[in-house]
């Protein structure tokens, strides 16, 4: 079962994070059960479990997340990833990450390397007060003012002993050190990407919410593409809206498009018989009408489906021309002009 406080330390720091485990447990009655801590027998990775994805799945449903920011955690490149896929997979509404910062660690440091600004001084009592109100928040747990003020001045009476006992790491070269900062660095934009999608997708939901009908709906989604995908979008509601059509009324929309009427063969030429069979067709199931039938029927709801779905999509096509022209003419190589035979292919598929 998850626990609802994930504690990210390095592994030298081990005596560190255990004293912080036993201020929660003590101070907070905060059950060793629900802190996960790999320094901790019992409270880390089970036996037969995979480590990376035990680790993720703890760090994506923890309620709190406490960063213990030493000089061994700035060295461990485990760490730096673990602290960059805190912020990524978390830091919302329902999840605290709280960075606690160790002498030699300055706050200074945090910025040009984590861009952490509202960290913690480890022994600094008035904010591990804030920090007991969050985790009491967070966690849903109330504990005893009095209790945990004891406990407190105890763990921060052996603070300058536990942190001298530390391990020194030992250095690390500037190319590892460039590559881990470039990978916070991802992770965070990564992050701000994912959170500006999900307020896109928010406002798309609630326009959808307040949307009365499908055109709306439809319309709203478009208004939510770029130019390009929308285009696309639209080249693909054509292409089905000319599927039910007969070959002859297809035709006849390409023609219509090019602002001319549907033109037959002249007699005699080989292709002419085939030509009138499939108007023939085509006025069977009047999707053609007229003496001789070669105008549209636009009373037939899939003459007039493929009528919209083409007056959409050159509405579309002319009101971002400027940048559509330019890519869709170096990819295709053909004119950006529905009356151009092969940009037509292009868009219907046909």
């Not at 069979?277 to 001789?292: N, S, Y």
């Amino acid at each position: 079962m998850p626990k609802k406080i994930f504690i990210s330390h390095a592994h030298d720091d081990s005596e560190l994070a255990k004293a912080i485990v036993n201020l929660l447990a003590t101070g907070l009655n905060i059950t060793r059960k629900d802190i996960f801590c790999t320094s901790l027998k019992g409270a880390g990775i089970p036996a037969g479990e995979d480590f990376l994805s035990y680790i993720r799945d703890e760090l994506k449903q923890a309620k709190v997340i406490i960063l213990l920011l030493t000089e061994n955690y700035f060295t461990s490149p485990f760490c730096i990833a673990e602290s960059g896929a805190s912020w990524v997979l978390q830091e919302g509404e329902e999840c605290k990450i709280i960075p606690i910062v160790v002498p030699p660690i300055s706050r200074s440091k945090l910025k040009t390397t984590l861009a952490v600004s509202q960290s913690r001084n480890i022994s600094d009592s008035d904010e591990w007060d804030d920090t007991k109100d969050e985790l009491e928040a967070y966690t849903k747990t109330n504990s005893s003012t009095a209790q945990w003020n004891e406990e407190k001045e105890n763990f921060i009476d052996k603070l300058d002993q536990l942190i001298k006992d530390l391990p020194k790491p030992s250095n690390i070269n500037a190319a590892t050190y460039k590559d881990l900062e470039d990978k916070v660095s991802y992770l965070r934009s990564q992050k701000s990407k994912q959170e500006e999608e999900l307020k896109n997708k928010d406002k798309l939901i609630q326009e959808i919410e307040k949307a009365k009908d499908c055109d709306e709906i439809h319309q709203i989604r478009l208004d939510n593409m770029d130019e390009y995908d929308a285009f696309k979008q639209l080249c693909s509601e054509l292409s089905q809206a000319l599927e039910p059509l007969a070959s002859a009324a297809q035709k006849a929309l390409f023609y219509q498009a090019k602002e001319e009427s549907l033109t037959p063969p002249i007699p005699g030429y080989s292709d002419c018989d085939d030509f009138w069979r499939e108007v023939k067709e085509a006025e069977d199931i009047k999707h053609l009408v007229g003496d001789p039938p070669l105008e549209l029927n636009d009373d037939h709801p899939d003459v007039e489906d493929a009528i919209n779905a083409l007056e959409e999509l050159s509405n579309h096509m002319s009101e971002y021309e400027d940048t559509l022209a330019p890519l869709l003419k170096k990819e295709w190589r053909c004119t950006y002009d529905l009356a151009d035979r092969k940009f037509w292919n292009k868009v219907t598929n046909l």
